[in-house]
Structures are given as structure tokens and as C-alpha cells.
């Protein structure tokens, strides 16, 4: 018998399956982004401004490099709004393809962090009068990193992606070593130890998706 044009041409049905799977892992690849530039910029963004405020804001009030006060904290919002429109646009590029529950799942998880940060903010900026000077960096820093943490671990559950949720949980075991040792040292473990873990978070990725 003549074999047709619509006939599979495969005559292993492991040959037909890997390609399948290849062509699953080529299509992930495509609408998923790439770690690096997912994680990378919050990294750096950690690790430059709560390396200035350590510098600055050191542990019992001991200033290592004399600098503005205000420095720190503008280099950290600035940081901030640049990470956060970089990721965005990458993620949106990423995800222009996708439509369905995938899409509005992603939407609803963008919105509930800057739902989160806003609310933190507001609160924060409220009580902050309230808290010696001394704690108030402590206050934001360990507030917003918390949030931080927990967020990566409800991605997880939503994606279903264990190293979303080993990278939160690594955030909040960070953040509070870093709130029990107190002002200053908080500063410098988010920085070392949390911009670093951000940082080999966006590498061991790419080289999963390689």
C-alpha cells in the first residue's frame, strides 16, 4: 500500500514523541522570559541601594562613607521604578502570545504586587512618625522585603514552579536574620544575601532553560 501525504512518516514512535517535546520545551522557551531578565535587575537594584544604606546607616549608628542622607533611599526608589518597568516590559513581550486563564493569572499576580507594595507604603508612611529614626529603615526595608518573599511563594503555587518558591522562602529567611540582627545589619544581608540570591536565582534559571 501506498503510504498518503497525511500518513505520520515516523516509524519509531519515540522519534514522534521527543519532537514533541522538543517542540513543547521550544514553545515554553518562546513565551516564557528569560530569567535574567526577570531577576537580574532586582538584584542589582538590592544590592546597589541597601549596599549604599549599610554604607551610610551602618550598625549602631557608624557611618563607613559619608554621604547625603537621602542618597540611599532615592537610589532605592529610583532602582525600584526602573527594575519594576524593565520586567514589566519584558514580561509583557513575553506574554503578548498568551491568552486565557494564563493571561489573567499573570494580570491578577501584577496587580496583587502593586496593590501590596502601595498598601505597605501607605501604612508605613502613616505609622512612621511613630518609630524611632533608628527603626524606621528597618520598619520599611523588612515590611516590603516580607511582602517580597511571600509574593514568590504564591507565584509558585500559581505556575507551579519550585524555584519561584525556594527563592522566596530563601528571601524571607534572609530578611528576618537580617530584622533580628537589627538596624545596619538588616541592611547588609538583604544586600549580600538577598540581591545575590536574585541574582544566582536569574543565572541557575538561564542555564535550566539552556
Known sequence: MTSTDDESSFEDPGEAL???????????????????????????????????????????GKTFVDMPDWLPLLALTGLLIAA????????????????????????????????????????????????????????????????????YMAGSAIWDVRDMFVLGAWISVVNVIGVLWGPGWHALVLAVAGGGGLLAAGLIGWMRRR
Request: no cysteine.
Open 18 to 60: 521527543r519532537l514533541i517535546e522538543r517542540e513543547q520545551a521550544n514553545t515554553m522557551r518562546h513565551v516564557t522570559p528569560d530569567p535574567r531578565l526577570m531577576y537580574w535587575p532586582w538584584g542589582l537594584t538590592w544590592l546597589i541601594s541597601f549596599g549604599l544604606s549599610f554604607l551610610r546607616f551602618g550598625p549602631d
Open 84 to 151: 519594576g518597568i524593565f520586567t514589566g516590559i519584558v514580561g509583557a513581550r513575553a506574554s503578548r502570545h498568551i491568552s486565557g486563564p494564563s493571561s489573567r493569572q499573570g494580570a491578577a499576580y501584577g496587580i496583587s504586587w502593586s496593590a501590596g507594595f502601595t498598601s505597605l507604603a501607605i501604612i508605613f508612611g502613616r505609622v512612621g512618625e511613630h518609630v524611632p529614626d533608628e527603626m524606621l529603615g528597618l520598619l520599611w526595608g523588612g515590611g516590603m522585603v516580607a511582602l517580597v518573599g511571600v509574593l
